[in-house]
């Protein structure tokens, strides 16, 4: 069984069907803010500053992940390679814990993806962005270079490490997510998520240029599932937040649906504060002083449960006939660009009447 099918959230006879655990079973771990390349839309703003897991600190989440039955760690950052305990994590985490890498790649020499193959690594996360160097340049700065990214999955796969290529959409990619395709399936990538931009991080203090105007929402959102029917068989197509578009889906009564922040894992954030996703700076908690099952019960986490449930959402959203699927859609989203966490998610067009 792979990861992906431990936290689907069933969608039945017009009702979310959703498993309530005393614990996550995913810790989201921000190992490092240092990062080798410097992308406009970066969700943890990315820099060069000291903030990062100390190795005894790690040993500690360790610790508090195996007595709470958790059931993997998703490693990311910043970079996760340039983090100097790196390869001291791994040794900790290697077959205890299914562990999964969301990284650039520029740093995945034939050597590092070897060394990496030694492990229980169940998938690894390549930020593909761009199918050329001009538009790579635009969203991911001048430090990497795309040609970086595609030796790095050439040498993940090579090694028979999966690999997941991610693209963030936003207003400088969206008219070249095909290539992207094209470009991960002629790599020998089996698996592609595209996720819509989130102004939260660096990405708010450039929404301007990134964030996809909601008009063009519906018929981008129609070209998507295109491309994913399109390339059926050639790669999987994976649609985040394609919930918060039932009404371009057919057959709503067969959706599976991904996790959503809350009810099946979190983000721990250096010093030990929890988050319930890396996109939502709303802090419930910390591991260090704190026991994880009381962290999970905190009233701000059940209050996002019930949004996430499409209860007690706000504005057009309240009376939506939608409302028990999209859920109103990233919290994140409507956080931070509409101040409210109970609104609507911004890039949803439909309006107030």
């Not at 993997?72 to 985490?93: K, S």
């Not at 796969?157 to 969206?174: A, D």
């Not at 399936?185 to 998520?193: A, E, H, P, Q």
Request: hydrophobic share 35%; charged share 30%.
């Amino acid at each position: 069984m792979e990861i992906e099918e431990f936290y689907q959230i069933k969608y039945n006879s017009g009702k979310r069907i959703v498993k309530e655990l005393g614990a996550p079973i995913n810790f989201n771990l921000i190992l490092t803010k240092q990062c080798n390349s410097n992308c406009v839309h970066c969700c943890a703003s990315a820099n060069d500053t000291g903030e990062k897991f100390s190795l005894e600190n790690l040993k500690k989440i360790i610790k508090i992940a195996e007595r709470n039955n958790v059931f993997y760690f998703v490693l990311t950052g910043g970079e996760p390679l340039v983090y100097e305990h790196f390869w001291d994590l791994l040794e900790e985490l290697n077959g205890k814990f299914g562990i999964v890498i969301n990284t650039n790649a520029t740093l995945i020499d034939k050597k590092t993806a070897r060394r990496l193959s030694k492990y229980n690594i169940a998938n690894v996360h390549v930020s593909l962005d761009a199918p050329n160097q001009e538009i790579y340049v635009l969203q991911r700065g001048l430090k990497t270079k795309l040609i970086e990214v595609i030796e790095g999955i050439k040498n993940l796969l090579e090694e028979e490490i999966s690999v997941t290529t991610k693209l963030i959409i936003t207003n400088i990619n969206k008219d070249y997510i095909e290539d992207v395709i094209k470009l991960s399936i002629s790599l020998g990538v089996k698996r592609i998520n595209l996720a819509w931009f989130k102004s939260v991080g660096r990405g708010q203090e450039n929404e301007g240029s990134l964030l996809i105007n909601k008009k063009d929402i519906p018929e981008l959102m129609k070209r998507l599932f295109e491309l994913k029917e399109k390339y059926k068989g050639e790669i999987f197509v994976s649609l985040d937040n394609a919930q918060c578009f039932p009404f371009l889906l057919k057959k709503t009564d067969k959706i599976n649906y991904k996790k959503l922040c809350g009810d099946y894992f979190c983000r721990i954030d250096y010093n030990g504060d929890v988050f319930p996703c890396p996109f939502l700076e709303i802090k419930i908690g910390n591991v260090f002083k704190e026991d994880l099952k009381d962290i999970w019960k905190n009233r701000k986490l059940v209050q996002l449960r019930e949004l996430s449930w499409g209860k007690k959402l706000g504005g057009y959203c309240k009376k939506c006939e939608y409302n028990n699927i999209c859920a109103g859609g990233c919290r994140a989203r409507a956080l931070t660009d509409l101040k409210d966490i109970c609104a609507k998610d911004p890039l949803c067009w439909m309006e107030d009447e």
